[in-house]
């Protein structure tokens, strides 16, 4: 009797690498749509002023990424914490940290376009002033914690090489989320998106590898079985 690879991995198995695989091509799309990523009050009115259309769908989709990227990142976590259980946990938590405090400051970002085409027959300097005033709030303060979000990705590409995943994923992973954190603290786009690219070529590898773990689990647990004529 021979199980299909199929057979061999369940529904949230099978749910959790997609999302992971998913987050970062969204995330780049996102980022491409998006008319600015400067923290500068007067780039961002004039980028929701020419490109508001394009402001909302961006921000939509990087909502949408870090949705996937939770869900990826759990389901790494869980994967990995069979062989390096703290490891797993702190990269796990720091990556759903990471992610929820990113969310918070796009949901007050969420608010700009709004305000700007609520302004629109104000001066730009209008404008501009209060855009600057939300984007010194409490918010703003969080950018550092942001950070956490890679650091937690890190942490579980080194928790992948204990399960049998290539160093060399681990040091792609590593360079990618360093250079998309960079991305965005300095606003430049092609660091970003090169920086999600690098973490999605290192996640495929590393979901292969978590792959076939469990096909090789799978296979030891049914030779009994097989032994006995079953």
Do not use: Y
Request: net charge positive; proline share 3%; aromatic share 4%.
């Amino acid at each position: 009797m021979t199980l299909s690879r199929s057979n061999t991995r369940s529904k949230p198995q099978l749910v959790g690498a997609a999302c992971l695989l998913l987050s970062a091509p969204v995330v780049i799309a996102g980022t491409l749509l998006t008319p600015t990523l400067s923290d500068d009050a007067a780039a961002q009115v004039a980028g929701l002023t020419a490109h508001r259309g394009a402001a909302v769908a961006g921000l939509t989709l990087t909502s949408v990424a870090l949705l996937l990227q939770v869900v990826g990142i759990i389901w790494l976590a869980l994967t990995a914490a069979r062989n390096s259980p703290k490891l797993a946990l702190a990269g796990g938590a720091f990556g759903v940290a990471g992610a929820f405090i990113v969310m918070f400051e796009n949901g007050i970002q969420a608010s700009l376009p709004s305000v700007v085409s609520a302004m629109s027959g104000s001066s730009a300097s209008s404008a501009t002033s209060v855009v600057d005033r939300i984007g010194s709030s409490t918010a703003a303060a969080l950018d550092p914690l942001s950070l956490l979000g890679d650091l937690g990705l890190i942490l579980l590409g080194v928790a992948a090489i204990r399960f049998g995943a290539p160093r060399a994923a681990a040091v792609v992973l590593t360079v990618g989320a360093i250079a998309e954190g960079a991305g965005f603290g300095s606003a430049m786009k092609a660091l970003v998106v090169v920086g999600f690219a690098l973490v999605f070529l290192a996640a495929a590898v590393i979901v292969r590898a978590a792959f076939a773990r469990s096909d090789a689990r799978t296979a030891t647990a049914t030779q009994p079985a097989q032994a006995i004529g079953v």
